[in-house]
Structures are given as C-alpha cells and as structure tokens.
C-alpha cells in the first residue's frame, strides 16, 4: 500500500460508490431517507455481504442515529470498510489457507 490511489483504484471506489448509492436507494422501502436494521440487511445481502445479526446490531449501534436508522453518509462508510475488512480477509484467505483452517472461521470487526 503507498496510500496513494491509483487510476484502477479509483474506478474500483467510483463503481462501489455508485452500486452502494443504488443499493441504498433500492432498499430503503419507505423511501425515508434512512435504513432501518431490516433494510439493511437486504442492502449489504444485495452486494454480497452476509452478516449476522450479532455484527447487523453492532453496526447499528455504531452508525444509526438517536432514531435508530442510518442515513446514506454512514452507509457508504460502512459499506466502504466492510468491503475492506471483507477484502483482506479473504485475500488472507488464499495466501494461507492452512492457518485459517485451524482457526474458527469467525473473525472480530473493529468498525
Ligand atoms: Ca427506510
């Protein structure tokens, strides 16, 4: 990593943004504005990320506000570090796959 952002980089960001802005707008059914826990779920499930309901409450806890919903802002942020996290751990994945057979397959989340 050199903390730059390289051309391929940011077309990666950019289509991520868009899919998560389009994503956003697809689940939120009540069209308010903002994701409930429900809508949530079904927006991260879209683009391939299958979360517990344990993490689904962390992250809750972490981004919604005082009403308890998340608006567009905190979800591309999160959308964005879950995409990282999920990334690195998966590219760890495939450069040593005999450590993680030993491990228990979950993994903690810092958001
Ligand atoms: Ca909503």
Redo the contacts with the bound molecule.
């Keep these: 990593m050199t903390g730059k952002l390289g051309r391929d980089e940011f077309v990666t960001l950019y289509n991520d943004l868009n899919d998560w802005k389009k994503a956003f707008k697809e689940h939120?059914?009540?069209e308010?504005g903002?994701?409930?826990i429900h809508?949530l779920r079904r927006a991260f499930k879209s683009f391939g990320f299958r979360l517990s309901n344990r993490l689904l409450v962390a992250i809750g806890r972490r981004y919604a506000n005082k009403a308890g919903?998340i608006d567009i802002q905190d979800f591309m942020l999160c959308s964005c570090r879950l995409k990282t996290i999920i990334t690195y751990y998966y590219e760890n994945i495939n450069s040593d796959r005999q450590r993680l057979a030993q491990t228990s397959g979950v993994f903690r989340v810092n958001l």
């Design positions: 939120d059914v009540d308010g903002t994701m409930d809508e919903v």
